[in-house]
């Protein structure tokens, strides 16, 4: 082997090291914190990963899990679920005042918004006084949610579909469906 190679190996064995590390020291915070998570065995934590867990909320994360770089996870009463091998990706935020389920095997690229709560929009009253409207959200095994997608209150998201970049869910999306726009609408079957 060349000296280049050994070089690479040393790098990458590495950062593999400082992944587990960070993984371990965030498993500590959160329990030194007296936070209700529970984390499976070999998840990968990103840096500046939020957690917010309050009003008897609770995280659960699957085996394998990989989260990157600045995510938010916000359980405020409700439950997140994460299964197993499932990728949460940069920047994605996952809310929660009753419930968020997300199967396993899923890609969830950067930037996503999964919720579970909106706003009421009743004329006469100022929107910072609208009750909230909550309905819990379900995605499915082997989903695939593009970049900037955002999942709203109450939907569904079948095993297997797929839902294209920056499309906005707002209903139930039927499984192995390809889905796109805002609305999300189907365009074709996988």
């Keep these: 082997m060349t000296i280049q190679v050994l070089i690479r ?9 400082m992944r587990r590390l960070r993984t371990q ?6 329990k030194v914190r007296g936070v209700n998570i529970h984390i499976g065995k070999d998840v990968a934590i990103g840096q500046m990963v ?17 989260i990157q770089d600045f995510v938010v996870l916000s359980a405020q009463g409700g439950s997140i679920e994460v299964g197993s091998n499932t990728l949460i990706g940069i920047g994605s935020h996952v809310a929660t005042v009753e419930s968020v389920k997300i199967g396993k095997e899923c890609l969830i690229a950067a930037y996503s918004v999964i ?3 909106n706003h009421g929009m009743e004329r006469g009253l ?8 909550s309905a819990p959200v379900e995605i499915g095994d082997d989903v695939w949610l593009g970049a900037h997608v955002v999942v709203t209150a109450g939907s569904i998201i079948g095993t297997g579909a797929v839902i294209g970049a920056n499309a906005v869910v707002t209903r139930d999306i039927p499984e192995y469906a390809v889905a796109v726009g805002v609305p999300a609408k189907i365009i074709r079957y996988r």
Excluded: E, H, N
Aim: aromatic share 4%; proline share 2%; charged share 20%.
């Design 126 to 133: 100022p929107m910072s006084q609208q009750d909230g409207i």
């Design 25 to 30: 020291i965030f498993c500590i915070k959160m």
């Design 9 to 17: 190996k040393s790098i990458s064995a590495g950062v593999i090291l």
């Design 115 to 117: 919720r579970d709560a």
């Design 50 to 66: 939020r957690v917010y867990v309050t009003d008897g909320g609770k995280i659960s994360i699957g085996d394998g899990v990989a």
